[in-house]
């Protein structure tokens, strides 16, 4: 079965970078659009930032234009988020997430990982 598997997160301070990944499993990996999202408590969870089947990246907000970047390995069948210039608010769980749909990157993820938290605090 479809299996994504996010890592990666943890505590840094403001300014600091993380790189979360996400391993796939039980699909054809290089066919499908892969996106991250984020939560934090008491929020609605909220699109970060999604890489199509062919590499195209889209960038759900803007906040994270210049900071974060998304890229991904096929033959690893992993998805990776740089993120750099993290800014102090708090923690966010980061979810990775992919759609059966053809719409992809577009519109609604059908699966998705469990998380991995990240806190930004000094």
């Known amino acids: 079965q479809v299996q994504l598997v996010e890592s990666g997160g943890g505590l840094v301070q403001p300014g600091g970078s993380l790189r979360l990944s996400c391993a796939a499993s039980g699909f054809t990996f290089e066919h499908y659009d892969i996106g991250w999202f984020r939560q934090a408590p008491g929020k609605e969870r909220e699109g970060v930032s999604c890489i199509t089947s062919g590499g195209i990246i889209i960038n759900y907000t803007g906040s994270v234009k210049g900071r974060f970047t998304i890229s991904r390995d096929n033959a690893k069948n992993t998805v990776y988020l740089r993120m750099n210039s993290l800014k102090a608010g708090g923690a966010a769980t980061y979810y990775c997430?992919?759609?059966?749909?053809?719409?992809?990157?577009?519109?609604?993820?059908?699966?998705w990982g469990k998380g991995t938290l990240v806190t930004v605090s000094s």
């Open positions: 997430a992919t759609s059966e749909g053809s719409w992809g990157c577009s519109g609604p993820m059908d699966y």
